[in-house]
Structure formats: C-alpha cells, structure tokens
C-alpha cells in the first residue's frame, strides 16, 4: 500500500507539486464516478480524495469501487466520523484548527481513534483552516463555526504556525468547497513562509489559472472537486499545470 504521506514530502523535496481530485459520494455515483474514474486514470493525479460535509453511507462503496479502478491511491477527507472506512489507503486525520467547537477539534477524533489504530490505517494529521471563501461553506453549518475571515491573514498565519506546532504534518487552507472566492495567493505565500510543513489549499478553484497561482504562491497540494462535477474534462489541462510548472 503507497505511504501517502512520504510521497507528499518526497515530491516537494524535488520542488514538485501535487494535484488531488475530491470526490463526493453522494453526487458523484454511478455512471458517472466510472466515467471520471476512466479520466483519472488517463490524466493521473496524485490522489483521489473521497468524502464530503455531509452525512453519507456511500463512502466505503465509492472508495472500493474507486481502488477496483484505479491504482492512484484513495486518500480520505472526512466530514465526519461517520465516513470512516478502514480500506482507505490513507486518511486525512482533519481538527478543524480554525474553529473553537470541540466536537470538530478533538471529539470526532477521539471517537475514531481506536477504530483507525485496528485497521492500521495511515493517518496524517492534518490542520484544517476555513477560510471565508464569500460563500456559506457546508463545513460552517455542519462544524457549527464560522470562517476565518480571508482579511485576517495574521489570524489565518498564525492558526497554520499554531498546528504545526502542535504536531500537524499538514496545513489545509480551505475555502470550503464551491467558495466564490479561492484563498488568496498572498494569504497562502504568508502561510508559507512560516510553515514548514507541506500546505494544501482547496475550494472554489475552477480554472487553471487559479490554480498555477495557488501553486506559484506555494500551495504544495491543491485539491479541486466542485469544478469537475461539471467539467470533468478540465481534470486532464489542471493535472497538467503542474507538470508544466515543473518544466519551466
Ligand atoms: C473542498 O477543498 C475542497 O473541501 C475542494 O473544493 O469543491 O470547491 O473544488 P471545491
């Protein structure tokens, strides 16, 4: 089984970028997660991650049928404890840093945890920052807390600074998923320059010229989902933007 978390580190110790596609069970089933599994597997991003903010009981479903199509490895983003499966290849092991609601810090994780030490599942530990994206995100009502709001950099800098040093081995910047407004270039060049551990940012990315200028301020992994429910053919020009940039 691939060691998600080594290959993350591996690639930006080459100056590499990585790419992941989210996929929500509930909206992407069927016909249509087998059409754009066929895609992933011709574009090849780094990741499918599988999960959403609600309350599903597709995810073991899609993540099996996913791994039956595909070899890139299926990472999961939980929205809840509810969405756990142990055939995973690997979990986002999310606290929702950013928020003060201690079901969505500590309390959802400790009640998975014994569950994930039996399927020896990989769990990385994650801290997840939402960022107002200028849209109501699923992640604030079903989290119950509100955004950083995407003016208070030094907020949003110092929450990333904040995980870290709590022991987070990765930073999430999130936008939350359909947001009018990606995170800001200059808040992820700020988060950057003060963590040292790889930075995901995701949300509201729906062109390839946001997304080389998310990787250009220094996003390691960028995650997109919304976009490809509707184009998925996008999946192959945004997989390749990072090769391209590794290129240049
Ligand atoms: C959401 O960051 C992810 O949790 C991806 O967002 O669906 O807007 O691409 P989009």
Known sequence: MANVYQHIIESCRRGEKLFAVLIDPEKCNGESLLSFVEKINEA???????????LTE????????????TKVPVVL??????QFTPKADAILFLSLISGRNPDFLIGQQVAVASKLREAQIEAISTGYILIDGATESAVTKMSKTQPIDAENVDLIVNTALAG????????????????KCPVATETIRKVKSVCQVPIIVGGGICSVEQLEKAY???ADLVVVGNHFEKNPNDLFSFVQCKRTLLER
Not at 44 to 54: A, H, K, M, R, Y
Not at 58 to 69: A, D, G, S
């Open 77 to 82: 983003f939980p929205g809840n404890i509810h």
């Open 58 to 69: 597709n995810v073991e479903k899609t993540v099996v049928f996913i791994q039956q199509h």
């Open 44 to 54: 090849l991003p780094d990741f499918v991650l599988v999960g959403g903010s609600q």
């Open 216 to 218: 250009r301020a220094g």
């Open 164 to 179: 870290e040093l709590i022991g987070n081995k990765l930073i999430y910047l999130e936008a939350g998923s359909g947001a």
